[in-house]
């Protein structure tokens, strides 16, 4: 990546919703079984916020952690970017109601919309800004009340989502510190039917017929959405490894999008990074779309597994089909 100057993550926030539900509670609604969620996904529990809860909520109080943690007002941050596919509606953006609620008096901000890849574009996106010289101050944060567009029908897309909120603030970094030092994204459109939200938009404006044919929940091809995965994140992690001289063994954490343990696992395996390595939260969470990085990095530095100096390797792939990866020097 050529940076005028680098940007580094220098605080994190996050935001889980009190209410668990298992898979026990699952198996009352559909047919399904503890046993079966985990051997599948590895997802044993998610937290679900209460109905009525919009993602600027969540995105309001993972932003406010930051700033306690970081010792900032909010009137010092510049740029706000919240990562979301379930906006509180299609407009006003997130990013303004965020922004309103956190009282960021000096930022302008926008959405971005890359499903589970969206947090490693937010994160992308944001670092821009700062290399550019633009601002010092970027806040990203990745933001899902999946469990608003969720068929309670479904048992194989309502067994697999959560609800939660992380953000991050990206700040220059320091005379001889390292920051993001590289990112390689991709897009596949041809893989947009395979995981997918028709109804509600232009195509398909919501009409009685789109909700009675329930067009406005999350629509999956789990196996081909599981094939990509697994090819791309070992793709593109690998891609990443190669492009900076480096292997396996300099990344000292690995930090995937939290879809499925098994996906995990293999793009690990296929990595060959020591399982010491992996960071893996999803038996508690499930996947929160664009919160599960930040969700990931929060619990990996409580667990000592992410110190300052360790050199990370991130990746995701989402709906569009979105993929991408990230090399990050941990700053903090
Ligand atoms: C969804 C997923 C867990 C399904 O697992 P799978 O092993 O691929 O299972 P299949 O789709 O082949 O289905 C196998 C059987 O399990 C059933 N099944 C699906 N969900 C089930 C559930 N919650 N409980 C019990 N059985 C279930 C299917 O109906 C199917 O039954 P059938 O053989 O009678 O038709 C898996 O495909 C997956 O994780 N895909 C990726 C999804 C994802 O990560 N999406 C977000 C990307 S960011």
């Given at each position: 990546?050529?940076?005028?100057?680098?940007?580094?993550?220098?605080?994190?926030?996050?935001?889980v919703p009190p209410k668990v539900v298992t898979n026990h509670d699952l198996?009352?609604?559909?047919?399904?079984?503890?046993?079966?969620?985990?051997?599948?996904?590895?997802?044993e529990e998610r937290h679900v916020?209460?109905?009525?809860?919009?993602?600027?909520?969540?995105?309001?109080?993972?932003?406010?952690?930051?700033?306690?943690?970081?010792?900032?007002?909010?009137?010092?941050?510049?740029?706000?970017?919240?990562?979301?596919?379930?906006?509180?509606?299609?407009?006003?953006?997130?990013?303004?109601?965020?922004?309103?609620?956190?009282?960021?008096?000096?930022?302008?901000?926008?959405?971005?919309?890359?499903?589970?890849?969206?947090?490693?574009?937010?994160?992308?996106?944001?670092?821009?800004?700062?290399?550019?010289?633009?601002?010092?101050?970027?806040?990203?944060?990745?933001?899902?009340?999946?469990?608003?567009?969720?068929?309670?029908?479904?048992?194989?897309?309502?067994?697999?989502?959560g609800d939660?909120?992380?953000?991050?603030?990206?700040?220059?970094?320091?005379?001889?510190?390292?920051?993001?030092?590289?990112?390689?994204?991709?897009?596949?459109?041809?893989?947009?039917?395979?995981?997918?939200?028709?109804?509600?938009?232009?195509?398909?404006?919501?009409?009685?017929?789109?909700?009675?044919?329930?067009?406005?929940?999350?629509?999956?091809?789990?196996?081909?959405?599981?094939?990509?995965?697994?090819?791309?994140?070992?793709?593109?992690?690998?891609?990443?490894?190669?492009?900076?001289?480096?292997?396996?063994?300099?990344?000292?954490?690995?930090?995937?999008?939290?879809?499925?343990?098994?996906?995990?696992?293999?793009?690990?395996?296929?990595?060959?990074?020591?399982?010491?390595?992996?960071?893996?939260?999803?038996?508690k969470y499930g996947?929160?779309?664009?919160?599960?990085?930040?969700?990931?990095?929060?619990?990996?530095?409580?667990?000592?597994?992410?110190?300052?100096?360790?050199?990370?390797?991130?990746?995701?792939?989402?709906?569009?089909?979105?993929?991408?990866?990230?090399?990050?020097?941990?700053?903090?």
């Amino acid at each position: 990546m050529q940076s005028l100057r680098r940007a580094k993550i220098s605080a994190i926030g996050r935001y889980v919703p009190p209410k668990v539900v298992t898979n026990h509670d699952l198996a009352k609604i559909v047919e399904t079984t503890h046993e079966w969620i985990v051997e599948r996904t590895g997802i044993e529990e998610r937290h679900v916020v209460e109905p009525g809860t919009p993602t600027s909520e969540l995105a309001a109080r993972a932003a406010t952690e930051l700033l306690k943690a970081r010792g900032i007002e909010a009137d010092e941050i510049e740029l706000i970017i919240v990562v979301t596919v379930t906006p509180d509606m299609f407009f006003p953006a997130t990013a303004c109601l965020v922004q309103h609620k956190i009282q960021a008096k000096h930022a302008w901000g926008f959405d971005l919309s890359a499903a589970c890849s969206g947090f490693l574009y937010g994160l992308t996106v944001g670092a821009q800004f700062i290399a550019s010289g633009a601002h010092k101050k970027v806040m990203v944060i990745g933001a899902d009340v999946m469990s608003s567009i969720l068929n309670p029908e479904d048992r194989a897309t309502l067994v697999l989502f959560g609800d939660a909120a992380g953000a991050i603030l990206l700040e220059p970094a320091e005379e001889g510190e390292d920051g993001i030092i590289d990112f390689f994204h991709e897009v596949d459109g041809s893989g947009g039917e395979s995981l997918y939200m028709p109804g509600g938009g232009s195509l398909n404006p919501s009409s009685h017929e789109t909700v009675d044919q329930k067009m406005h929940y999350v629509h999956q091809r789990g196996q081909s959405v599981f094939k990509y995965a697994v090819r791309k994140m070992e793709e593109l992690g690998r891609n990443m490894l190669e492009r900076n001289s480096i292997t396996g063994d300099d990344i000292q954490t690995f930090i995937a999008h939290q879809a499925n343990v098994r996906i995990i696992d293999a793009t690990a395996d296929k990595l060959g990074l020591d399982p010491n390595k992996v960071v893996k939260n999803i038996h508690k969470y499930g996947n929160t779309t664009a919160g599960t990085i930040p969700l990931a990095i929060c619990d990996a530095i409580e667990q000592g597994r992410l110190k300052k100096g360790d050199l990370v390797l991130f990746t995701a792939v989402g709906a569009g089909f979105t993929a991408g990866s990230v090399l990050a020097r941990w700053a903090f």
